[in-house]
T-cell receptor, first 113, second 109 residues
Framework: ETGVTQSPTHLIKTRGQQVTLRCSSQSGHNTVSWYQQALGQGPQFIFQYYREEENGRGNFPPRFSGLQFPNYSSELNVNALELDDSALYLC????????????FGPGTRLTVT | GIQVEQSPPDLILQEGANSTLRCNFSDSVNNLQWFHQNPWGQLINLFYIPSGTKQNGRLSATTVATERYSLLYISSSQTTDSGVYFCAGDYNQGGKLIFGQGTELSVKP
């Protein structure tokens, strides 16, 4: 069984740029959720994708967008990067219909300068 | 909004000691999970415990959903138990977890 993977591990971007983060769900899982974790805080829910459609969104602006692909992998895109976007971005996968236990990937650490 | 409160925020233990971490919810919660965040940031699943009690080695957890709290017990702590422990719950069966602020545990040899 393959766990959740994320790429890249680390990323440095400049304010105003755009970034794409990638996530491969655990084998057999059909739902992907993205979370942002600022330093010293708990993770905050960004959005969830199920059957290639957004299935709920947290309190994040539209410049945070995503995709889910037929193989259930997912991308998180952030446009017009701001300094406050510097954080650890975590992806989690789960299997709808068999509870909602979520399994997290190792994260992508984004630094915006 | 919905609040998840974890206590204590910080805990320092001597190796071999026992500890109890608490998670309180402001509203009814579904799909409660406990995680340990390792130094590299990955969240490691400890328990999926919407209700009742579960045990896994030196760790156990209890959730009393009707009273909106969950407890994580760590017995005979080891230095490798150090890190941040998070609880998180889902309020609408949608799998959208709301996390507490975490308990940072430091186990000294």
């Amino acid at each position: 069984e393959t766990g959740v993977t994320q790429s890249p591990t680390h990323l440095i971007k400049t304010r105003g740029q755009q970034v794409t983060l990638r996530c491969s769900s655990q084998s057999g899982h059909n739902t992907v959720s993205w979370y942002q974790q600022a330093l010293g805080q708990g993770p905050q829910f960004i959005f969830q994708y199920y059957r290639e459609e957004e299935n709920g969104r947290g309190n994040f602006p539209p410049r945070f967008s995503g995709l889910q692909f037929p193989n259930y992998s997912s991308e998180l895109n952030v446009n017009a990067l701001e300094l406050d976007d510097s954080a650890l971005y975590l992806c989690a996968s789960s299997l709808v219909g068999v509870g909602y236990e979520q399994y997290f990937g190792p994260g992508t650490r984004l630094t915006v300068t | 909004g919905i609040q998840v409160e974890q206590s204590p925020p910080d805990l320092i233990l001597q190796e071999g000691a026992n500890s109890t971490l608490r998670c309180n919810f402001s509203d009814s919660v579904n799909n409660l999970q406990w995680f340990h965040q390792n130094p590299w940031g990955q969240l490691i699943n400890l328990f999926y415990i919407p209700s009742g009690t579960k045990q896994n080695g030196r760790l156990s957890a209890t959730t009393v959903a009707t009273e909106r709290y969950s407890l994580l017990y760590i017995s005979s702590s080891q230095t490798t138990d150090s890190g941040v422990y998070f609880c998180a719950g889902d309020y609408n069966q949608g799998g959208k977890l709301i996390f507490g602020q975490g308990t940072e545990l430091s186990v000294k040899p």
